[in-house]
């Protein structure tokens, strides 16, 4: 009897160690980030995605000069408790880039493209993670779509004419006289030089930021009429600015509750640009990072908890961490 009772313990140790062993493997294999194309208006639109799909959904919407690899480590930061989109756009990363005499590259343009990823996925409700160029295009969707938000998270991405300092002067100078001249004067932010500025400018660490970074983004920078690609961006920005106002209304009618995480030594989108949302938005946490312009590089773990522990509160089927 008592050899029984022993074999009885031990099998029922084995099965609680397998369980445990296929409930880890099955979370590992859910939050597994998988690399997806999608047709959206007739373009190939490459996209990062990882996490339950019945989990609430967090639309990663990266800046200039790169792409969805940016969030490859909030990804897998978050992808236990969140379903992570990170999509391409068009002229950026692995996306498909058609020619200029095809497609408008315009920010209205870009907005449209991720409205038509999220239709084709079938996302209906979603919180924004809006950073540099993401901040334009999620804020049209935003506001035309507020009831889809559940809420935002800004990191360096501006709504207001005070974060457009001194960096915007040469842009804004394209923006009243394009000239090629003028156009010339910016192609440096995408050369290598300008690229490794952006990644390494105001951190604390330089060695701790990878090179594979700009080498990465250069891949689709050189690419045949991307450069042209970027100057049209460059120019259109200037069509953000008169929607600001807009914006910040949908802020004051709507007060999605909104996460701030800003590298605050960013010299191109400075804090100037962080504390007005303090004027229109009620449900707001603010924090501001010792890094610089790309922070997830830097301070991505210290990132994903402030993500987890917003979102945990605020969106309300989210599971909170055990």
């Known amino acids: 009897m008592k050899k029984l009772i022993i074999r009885n313990s031990l099998l ?17 294999v859910s939050a597994a980030t998988t690399y997806k194309t999608v047709q959206v208006n007739g ?15 967090i639309l990663l919407l990266h800046g200039y000069p790169t792409s969805s690899h940016m969030f490859r480590n909030l990804i897998r930061d978050l992808s236990d408790q969140y379903h992570l989109l990170a999509p391409d756009y068009p002229g950026f990363g692995r996306s498909e880039q058609p020619p200029m005499s095809e497609f408008d590259y315009t920010f209205d343009n870009m907005s449209k493209i991720v409205t038509g990823f999220l239709e084709a996925l079938n996302v209906e409700k979603f919180s924004i993670y809006l950073m540099d160029y993401g901040a334009p295009i999620g804020y049209r969707i935003a506001a035309k779509y507020p009831e889809r938000v559940e809420a935002l998270i800004v990191q360096n991405g501006n709504a207001y004419e005070e974060g457009l300092k001194e960096f915007w002067d040469p842009i804004k100078k394209y923006w009243n006289d394009k000239t090629v001249e003028n156009g010339k004067a910016l192609e440096g932010f995408h050369s290598p030089e300008g690229l490794k500025w952006q990644y390494t400018h105001g951190v604390r660490d330089v060695e701790k930021i990878s090179p594979d970074n700009w080498h990465v983004d250069l891949q689709h920078l050189t690419r045949p009429e991307n450069n042209e690609i970027q100057l049209a961006m460059f120019y259109d920005y200037r069509t953000n600015v008169p ?62 908890k402030y993500i987890r522990d917003f979102l945990g509160r605020k969106v309300p089927q989210a599971v909170t961490e055990k």
């Open 12 to 28: 029922a140790s084995v099965l609680l160690v397998f369980a445990m062993n296929i409930g880890s493997y099955v979370n590992a």
């Open 43 to 57: 373009l190939d639109i490459f996209y990062r995605e990882a996490g339950p799909k019945n989990a609430p959904t």
């Open 243 to 304: 929607l600001y106002p807009e914006w910040q209304a949908y802020f004051r009618q709507y007060q999605p509750p909104t996460l701030i995480i800003w590298g605050k030594n960013d010299h191109i989108f400075p804090t100037d640009g962080a504390h007005p949302y303090k004027r229109d938005l009620k449900d707001l946490e603010f924090h501001l990072l010792d890094t610089g312009h790309f922070a997830l590089e830097e301070d991505g773990r210290v990132m994903a």
